[in-house]
């Protein structure tokens, strides 16, 4: 199974951050409805298992 | 009109959260999850630890993973749910209210939820409070007919937040402060000798300082986060270079603050919505928007749009960025139980920010800043958030002139607040020193308290209990039972209508019901408080008050600056009317004797029109008429005193704030007939003392008069509404006429004044054809409201309110 560290969307905390973590990562998606376009973070661990959103980094 | 392209298009998707008939207007609002589950998940890791540190550590766990979101346009970021959509949930205060939403359609982790609303049960603010009230207090409490629910089943409270010693300081320049504080108390504890009495306090105050600490690293840490995805979105999902330059630069401001001291006014008005957010919804929920905003802002805004030496903007650009703020406001969501939404019917939240006034130094206080705020909320038309406009005569004429610019297109604010007389009010009931009570805004809706880096309010048991007037007035005539409503005992028995003989026993029944009611929410709130400061501990308000952080104690907990007031909500009015009709027609005129009175009352006046009419045209409030307005007078002075009597927990006595809400609407049905001859279940009087609707016919002069002859200085603020004529304001002599008005009142010593300024036509039009009027706003209470998003009978209450003409004097 692939693993959100091989995801577009997971971005690793830089080190010098208040809630950085080893392995800890933004999960950034992007939405859209009728009022307009709008983009998600949430934390994710690169170990986590790849979600159906999975898209892997080229 | 928007003043730019971005804002009309802000405007045109924005998310707005306001309720009508108890719920929320857009179909998309939902209650959001993560905050509660998150809040709950470090509730069960942390049990054993010290309160303040488990409530700190609830904070971290929510801003370390509750979800983030930055919206298309935005300048300002942040919000207080995993989605734009959504409103944030509270299990920790109210096990009612938590259960309110869960049952709603709002709740879509029904299971989830009911599972955390039940593992919070035992720890709830409720639950700890209940215990001390008898059965009986509860029934009547919880009854909402002659007061308000408590705080400890509505969640419902108040703050004004310490914005400047974040914008001023940053937090890691405190985080320092808290730091020292802890290594010398360390220090201090470890002396020779050992001295318990002069040492054990520190226990307490090293958690509450930990506590603070953690609570500031993870606010830096969620400010890190909103930096981090903006820059992500401009290089990995955008093409718009403006765009992805405007999402750097804001990704840039969320690096800087709240973390260091702002730079500009992007930075101050970044780091005052991320404090905003923090200390109304998310370390735990607060109503209202209490700020000098200009005052706040003006430095900043003098560096970046007048000298343009920090983030430098054009005054157009600094206009824009108050109309997001405006929006970002309006899309704030805020969870309120049934009640409470009803209550606030129309409105989103109360939120109020305070303008004008003077400086400290005694010099006016509008400046450039105020301005662009009012013309931002001139532009960009909406409900929220509310304006209240302190009135000192230093004030000048151009800032006036916005003001009524505002007032004249209907919006129903600017509200007007006596700013000599509020100012007055803080030194001498509760000693602030002047400079200090110069810089007041209001609190909530209607009530001053101070600003600034300490001692402001942290929790409304400072203010805001309700009682209803018009409700006790029923059951002094009726030994304390309540036959319209409940059947329930709701006061002391105090006798029977029927066989009072004197309009002195009348009067003594009214006092001693009022007087039950004052004095048991005055315990609710007070009982409240204690169980706040023992387990809803706030660190991260109190990390940002320098009197917290000095003495080591949480925010709940410290009264620094005592404020204490509480309200007389809609129906005084009902009262002195009806109090007025019997003294003239039982007593004075001895036409009908109480048994009449009371049959005619008990049937709603069936059968009784003539009689009905008779009270109805009896001596009214607000027509400069001594007979109804001496009774004013002794009841308005009746109520100052009977709250005197009790000192609140900041050790002295409260002061009435007589206004309304929606609770004048709210409270209508569950009100029998009264004396005034209003039928059973129409609303009541819809300020603290406007006048009865349609029962003012002598002229807003008049209505002036009578309100001067009230002692205001005894009251923390008595709201009165007055409707005014659209065609006068629009005149080309409509600022001249609007601006003499304004100088009687305040010349008459007057607290308050707010207007709707909206023809009966065009309300009338508007309940035809309301999506042609989607703009059309009035003014409720402490609120204003879209008019179509209001219940018709709400409607048909603001139309029935009489329409002042300013030419007729
Ligand atoms: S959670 Fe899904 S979308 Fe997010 S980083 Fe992992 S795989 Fe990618």
């Known amino acids: 199974m692939p693993k959100c560290e091989k995801c577009t969307f997971f971005f690793p905390i830089p080190e010098k951050d208040m809630d950085f973590e080893p392995g800890k990562g933004d999960c950034v998606e992007q939405q859209q409805d009728t009022k307009g376009k709008f983009w998600l973070s949430k934390p994710v661990s690169e170990n986590s298992e790849a979600c159906q959103r999975y898209r892997p980094r080229n | 009109m928007p003043t730019t392209e971005r804002t009309a298009r802000l405007k045109n998707r924005c998310r707005f959260k306001h309720v009508a008939g108890g719920e929320y207007v857009d179909p998309g609002v939902k209650a959001g999850v993560e905050r509660a589950r998150l809040i709950t998940q470090a509730h069960k890791e942390n049990i054993g630890e010290p309160t303040s540190i488990i409530r700190a550590k ?29 409103f944030p949930m509270y299990p920790e205060l109210s096990y009612f209210s938590t259960m309110d939403m869960v049952e709603s359609h709002y709740c879509d982790h029904k299971e989830e939820m009911a599972e955390i609303a039940e593992y919070w049960k035992p720890y709830t603010i409720q639950r700890k409070a209940e215990k001390y009230f008898t059965p009986e207090e509860i029934g009547i409490m919880y009854s909402a ?23 001023e300081d940053g937090l890691l320049k405190r985080i320092e402060v808290v730091e020292q504080k802890i290594a010398d108390a360390e220090e201090e504890i470890r002396k020779s000798p050992w001295n318990a009495p002069e040492k054990l306090h520190y226990l307490d105050k090293i958690d509450q300082w930990q506590a603070m600490l953690i609570a500031m690293k993870a606010v830096v840490g969620w400010a890190q986060r909103h930096a981090r995805l903006a820059k992500i979105i401009a290089e990995n999902f955008l093409t718009d270079p403006k765009r992805k330059e405007e999402l750097l630069e804001i990704s840039d401001i969320c690096r800087h603050v709240p973390a260091y001291p702002a730079r500009g006014l992007k930075d101050a008005m970044q780091s005052k919505w991320f404090t905003f957010l923090l200390c109304h919804s998310i370390e735990r929920y607060s109503s209202g928007y209490g700020h000098k905003e200009d005052k706040l802002l003006w430095p900043f805004y003098k560096k970046s749009v007048i000298e343009k030496n920090e983030q430098p903007m054009t005054r157009e650009e600094a206009v824009e960025l108050f109309e997001c703020e405006r929006l970002k406001v309006s899309e704030h969501g805020s969870t309120k139980g049934r009640q409470l939404r009803e209550f606030f019917a129309g409105s989103n939240d109360l939120f109020i920010l305070t303008l004008g006034g003077i400086n400290p130094d005694g010099s006016d206080a509008s400046n450039d800043c105020t301005n662009a705020i009012l013309e931002a909320a ?71 308290g101070i600003t600034g880096r300490r001692g402001t309010q942290k929790t409304r048991s400072e203010g805001g209990s309700d009682v209803y007037p018009a409700k006790v007035m ?52 007070d009982v409240g408080r204690i169980m706040e400061s023992r387990y809803l501990c706030c660190p991260f308000i109190s ?84 007979y109804a307005d001496e009774i004013a007078t002794k009841y308005y002075d009746l109520i100052a005193d009977e709250w005197k009597r009790n000192t609140t927990y900041s050790g002295t006595f409260p002061l009435p704030l007589a206004q309304s809400v929606a609770g004048y609407i709210v ?21 603290g003392i406007s006048p009865y609707m349609g029962c003012d016919k002598n002229g807003p002069t008049a209505v002036l008069k009578s309100v001067s002859k009230i002692n205001g200085s005894k009251h923390k603020g008595i709201l009165l509404n007055q409707r005014l004529s659209t065609v006068l304001m629009n005149s080309d002599a409509g600022f001249d006429l609007w601006h003499a008005y304004m100088k009687t009142w305040h010349g008459l010593g007057i607290d308050h004044v707010q207007f709707n300024v909206i023809s ?16 059309t706003l009035v003014r409720i209470a402490g609120y204003s409201a879209k008019f179509i998003d209001l219940a018709r009978y709400s409607q048909d209450t603001i139309i029935a309110r009489t329409e002042q003409d300013l030419a007729a004097g």
């Open chain 2, 58 to 86: 609830g904070l971290e766990n929510i801003l370390k993973k509750i979800t983030i979101h930055i919206q298309d346009d935005e300048l300002i970021v942040g919000a207080n749910t995993e989605h734009p959509d959504y």
């Open chain 2, 145 to 167: 007919t002659t007061v308000q629910p408590p705080m400890f089943v509505t969640a419902f409270s108040s703050i004004v937040p310490n914005y400047e010693s974040v914008i």
């Open chain 2, 378 to 448: 001139e532009n960009i038309v909406t409900t929220e958030p509310s304006i209240a406009f302190r009135w000192n005569e230093k004030g000048n004429v151009e800032t006036k002139k916005r003001v009524f610019n505002c007032i004249k297109k209907g919006f129903g604010f600017p509200s007007i607040k006596n700013d000599e007389l509020n100012t007055q009010q803080l030194i001498k009931y509760f000693n602030v020193p002047e400079e200090i009570a110069r810089d007041w805004a209001l609190v909530l809706c209607m009530s001053p």
């Open chain 2, 474 to 525: 029923e059951i002094a005539l009726t030994n304390g039972f309540d036959e319209f409503f409940t059947n329930m005992q709701l006061g002391p028995e105090t006798g029977n209508a029927e066989e009072f003989t004197s309009f002195d026993q009348v009067w003594e029944a009214v006092k001693l019901q009022l007087r039950y009611a004052i004095e048991l929410s005055l315990r609710s709130k």
């Open chain 2, 543 to 626: 990390s940002i008050d320098d009197g917290c952080v000095e003495k080591g104690l949480d925010g709940n907990e410290l009264a620094e600056v005592a404020n204490p007031w509480h309200n007389i909500i809609g129906g005084s009015v009902v009262v002195v009317d009806s109090m007025a009709a019997i003294k003239k027609l039982v007593f004075d005129e001895k036409k009908y004797s109480m048994k009449e009175l009371m049959d005619a009352l008990r049937n709603n006046w069936e059968g009784k029109e003539e009689m009905r009419l008779d009270f109805w045209n009896a001596p009214k409030f607000g027509n400069d008429d001594p």
């Open chain 2, 667 to 687: 409270n209508g049905p569950k009100t029998n007939a009264t004396a005034n001859g209003r039928h059973a279940g129409e609303a009541l009087d819809d300020g």
């Open chain 2, 760 to 775: 009966s036509e065009e309300m009338k039009a508007a309940q035809i054809e309301p999506e042609k009027h989607t703009d």
